[in-house]
């Protein structure tokens, strides 16, 4: 049976690391590609986070490249960015950092234009950080997002509460603009993990503890990577205080849906859009369940989910052998 081809777009925090060991691992798929995309940090530190999550899991030979170093209009919400860490794995000192000499010489956004032609109709694109590379790509190539087989995107919210501003998502008021480009211009299938659905299938403090207590090198990059982030703290934070405490894989959930569709129990198909003017909600998702916006195209919002399929894809992910 043919792989499933994936290509990964990522600001490669520490939920973006946990999301491509996932796909790493995950036999039935082949990862293309990963393009990078400012967000967690800054680009230079998303491409060598990138080589190195790809060291980790003995796959060098995947190619890595640098996209957008800023959003769209060159504007982002003004507080720390400091959920993963300065460096957004966690500020763990890499001991066999080689700089990002790796890096392809081709630009992010020409490299998801060339491969997804050279595949066309087979290639899932999963979108774990702003959208901005995918932005420019479809204004550099208007017929993109015709040419893949589907999206998986984890950003937006459904419930108008937001994890970096009132209520906003991160992926999402990082770059307003770019997100309400894909989520307008976008025709291929396209399906989203939202942030409070993520927190709303979150998985208990004593997975995680196991989780990263298996033997192997894997396990061990993602206890020192997670042992000092804010987000991993069991002390009470604002996301407790909505959501409860809990382990939240962000953007494995969407990585998820896209090596195996069959974790999605139920969706809800939506006209969706991005606020870009208000003032408390600039960034958040918009959701059209009346057709008052009269589009045509719409979304897979999931609501329900396999959790027993999910842990087994987390496991997977760091088990010694990728």
Known sequence: MAKK?????????????????????????????????????????????TLR??????????????????????????????????????????ETDSGTECVQKEHAVSALIRIVCEHEGQVSLVAVGPLTNLALA?????????????????????EGKGN???????NFVMDPEAAHVVLNEFSCPMYIATWDFTCRNKLPWEFFDEWVSQDGDKAAFMKRITSKCRAYSRATSRKDVLFGAGFV???????????DSSVMSRNIECSV?????????????ILDPSHTLNKKHKAFLTKEWDMNKFTQLLKAALEQSC
């Open 138 to 158: 479809v204004r550099m190539d208007p017929t993109f997002p015709q040419k893949l087989k589907d999206l998986y995107i984890m950003g937006g919210n459904m």
């Open 249 to 259: 894989s962000y953007d494995s959930y969407a990585m998820a849906a896209a090596i």
């Open 273 to 285: 859009s991005v606020e870009l003017r208000g003032e408390l909600t600039r960034g958040m998702m």
């Open 53 to 94: 999550v790809l060291r980790v899991c003995n796959r060098t030979e995947i190619p890595v490249f640098r996209g957008a170093a800023s959003s769209l209009v060159g504007t982002r919400a003004s507080l720390p960015i400091d959920h993963f860490g300065t460096d957004g794995l966690g500020d763990a000192p890499d």
């Open 164 to 170: 970096r501003t009132v209520c906003g998502e991160f």
């Open 5 to 49: 081809l994936l290509l990964v777009d990522a600001d490669c925090g520490v939920d973006d690391a946990q999301a491509l060991m996932m796909a790493l691992a995950a036999p039935q798929v082949q990862v293309l590609g990963v393009t990078c995309c400012f967000g967690n940090a800054p680009i230079e530190n998303v491409c060598r986070n």
